[in-house]
């Protein structure tokens, strides 16, 4: 089944800063990659999310790569303010249609 | 805007009874999931619903969990015979659609702490 790691564990960064985070799946039949912002207590929510015939995709502040050459994926976060602190996911939909598969997250704090 | 929602929020439960935790999709969605998350861990796939029967299951949902869409709107999550190690965070999600087309939404979550 698939398999998706996630680095870092942790990131704390300035407010203004940008930060970086990475994933590496297993699947190459993964096509579908959401990222997933939760803060704490709450439900994971979406913030952005690539798909397999796509290399980069960019939402103000957000934006996503996808390599499926080299199997990994990145969120980049410009400018951060600290309402970006939260838990960060990524995730895949391998060969399966229905299971979605996440990293094990990001505890991204933003220092004001 | 649309939004799953989940009962009860928080569940507190004696090793070795059943729970049920309920969800009702957004309505004009097809797709229903249960996902757990222990505590500092990873969302964990459950198990995914479709046309009134499973479509997929991962190992932990095993003989101890079981779902089902009772009506037209609720979708359950019971487990029989609760284990410490049962106690987590569980979101329910629904979408339109699946694989790579259907964007997953996530209820708020039912705590359940089994002491």
């Known amino acids: 089944g698939e398999n998706v790691e996630q680095h870092p564990s942790t990131l704390s960064v300035q407010e203004g800063d940008s930060a970086v985070i990475k994933c590496t799946y297993s699947d190459s039949a993964s096509n579908y990659f959401p990222w997933y912002k939760q803060e704490l207590g709450k439900r994971p929510q979406l913030i952005i999310d690539i798909r397999s015939n796509v290399g980069e995709k960019k939402d103000q502040r957000i934006a996503v790569t996808l390599n499926k050459t080299a199997k990994h994926f990145s969120l980049h976060i410009t400018e951060t303010q600290p309402e970006d602190s939260a838990v960060y996911f990524c995730a895949a939909i391998g060969g399966s249609n229905y299971k979605l598969t996440f990293g094990k997250g990001t505890l991204l704090t933003v220092n004001p | 805007e649309p939004e799953v929602t989940q009962t009860p929020s928080h569940q507190v439960t004696q090793m070795g009874q059943e729970v049920i935790l309920r969800c009702v999709p957004i309505?004009?969605?097809?797709?229903f999931y249960w996902y757990r998350q222990i505590l500092g861990q990873k969302v964990e796939f459950l198990v995914s619903f479709y046309n009134n029967e499973i479509s997929e299951k991962s190992e932990i949902f095993d003989d101890q969990f079981s779902v089902e869409r009772p009506d037209g709107s609720n979708f359950t999550l019971k487990i029989r015979s609760t284990k410490l190690e049962d106690s987590a965070m569980y979101f329910c999600?629904?979408?339109?659609?699946?694989?790579?087309?259907?964007?997953?939404?996530f209820g708020e979550g039912s705590r359940l702490t089994v002491l």
């Open positions: 309505s004009n969605h097809l797709y």
């Open positions: 999600a629904s979408s339109q659609s699946a694989g790579d087309t259907g964007e997953l939404f």
